[in-house]
Structures are given as C-alpha cells and as structure tokens.
C-alpha cells in the first residue's frame, strides 16, 4: 500500500489537478476542506498524532488493526469497506491511495461515466465516516455500518442560470428505506428550500429516473408508502408551474 506521508511530497501535477478539482466541487465548504485535509496527510487522524505526541495510540479506533491512515480509515477498513460497499456497490480490493481514488472520480466525471452530483454524495459518505469516526473517540459511541447506512446524507446545491454555485447545503436522513426515498425526501426539501428562498425560476435536477416520472407522470412504479411525499413535491411543483 502507498503510505500518506508519499502523498505530500512536492506536490505534483496529479496532487494539484486534484485540488484544483475539490475547491470547485460544489458542496459544503467543510466537505471540500475534509478531503483535502484528507489526502494532504494534515488530518488528526491517530497516525498523525503520533509523530506529534509521544507513545500515542496510533491504530484505527474503529478495527484497531491497523495504523490509522486517512486511507485506512475512509478506504480500507472493514467498517468503511461495508459502508462504501452497501452505498455504491464499491469493494475496495485496490492497493492505491485515497488521492488516486478521489482523483479518479474526476477522471470518471470528465469521461461521461459518473455525474458530478454522484462526486459529491461520495464526498458526503466519506465526510460522515470521519465524524462517526470522531464520536467513536470523542464520546466513546458504538457505531455500526448500519448507522452510516440509514443515515444518508444528501447534498443540495443552489446554482444561478451561469452555473456557478449559490449556495449549498447538506441533509441527513434518518432510518432510511431505499435509495428511492432518499432521492425523494432530497427532492422535497430542495424544494422547499426554493420555495423560503422566494425564488421565481427554478429548474431542478435530480438523478433518479423514477421519481422523476413519478412527479411528472404517475407514481404506480414506486413504493406506496412514498406517494404521500410524491404528492406533496406535486403541491409545491405546482407553485412553479403558475
Ligand atoms: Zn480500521
């Protein structure tokens, strides 16, 4: 495995490709600032601490089975690997670096393969295993896989009609269903965010074709307990379709 203290070596054009691509990346400021603190190596993670203090702990809190590298603990540890695993289908079996991960996400976004909205919920996962990290050591929490799972988090994004962002914003979601009521309960809140913003035009962009057609055409393709919040993302539709 390629250690972190590799990483910050004279930062070459990939390193500075990649930080150029996060300050852009249209989330929230401290998501953005996570990651590069991230894959700089100038996280306080157990391993960093320990060439600051001495005889300090420096194995992950989570498995404590290995040192607790940023790419150990966003990447290859088992609670991380269940987590990306059940949010993306991902099964870590490489060897790389957490930069070369991230820096190929940009590399999937520019070749067609992934949206940026899908950079961004990856940013968003990776942000709440460091703060279920955090409650692990700091308030000695039990965390689960699970947690992180039916957590999920959704990122909104406010962009004016040039495309640059607005504002930003992100939401948790407790007790998660399936992907399809996150995509909804994202829907809904965007909208209301809209609507307290006031404001006139709006075109809104969201990534699950079924709840698309289930706003627009007919919801008989998703799951009933859904078509409540489908009716009420229809109500404030309506706002703008006057
Ligand atoms: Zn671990």
Not at 49 to 75: K, Q, W, Y
Request: net charge neutral; with cysteine.
């Amino acid at each position: 495995m390629m250690h972190e203290s590799a990483l910050i070596q004279p930062a070459d054009t990939m390193m500075m490709k990649i930080y150029c691509r996060l300050l852009k990346l249209p989330t929230l400021p401290r998501i953005r600032h996570f990651l590069w603190k991230s894959i700089s190596n100038v996280l306080s993670t157990r391993e960093a601490l320990r060439s600051a203090i001495v005889g300090e702990d420096d194995s992950c809190p989570i498995c404590n089975l290995h040192p607790e590298f940023a790419t150990h603990f966003i990447m290859n540890c088992t609670f991380s690997r269940e987590v990306w695993f059940a949010t993306l289908g991902w099964s870590s079996g490489t060897t790389g670096s957490l930069s070369e991960w991230i820096g190929s996400w940009f590399d999937s976004m520019q070749n067609g393969t992934i949206k940026e909205s899908e950079i961004v919920n990856r940013a968003i996962i990776a942000w709440i295993i460091w703060i279920t990290r955090c409650n692990k050591v700091f308030q000695q929490t039990n965390p689960t896989p699970e947690v992180i799972i039916h957590q999920c988090g959704i990122g909104l994004i406010l962009r004016n009609f040039a495309g640059t962002q607005q504002s930003a914003r992100c939401i948790y979601l407790n007790q998660v269903r399936s992907v399809e009521q996150a995509e909804c309960m994202g829907r809904w809140k965007v909208m209301q965010w809209a609507k307290d913003l006031q404001i006139d035009r709006v075109f809104f962009e969201i990534d699950a074709k079924v709840i698309a057609h289930a706003i627009n055409n007919d919801n008989s393709a998703i799951d009933w307990r859904l078509h409540h919040t489908v009716q009420e993302i229809k109500n404030l539709f309506s706002v703008y379709r006057n």
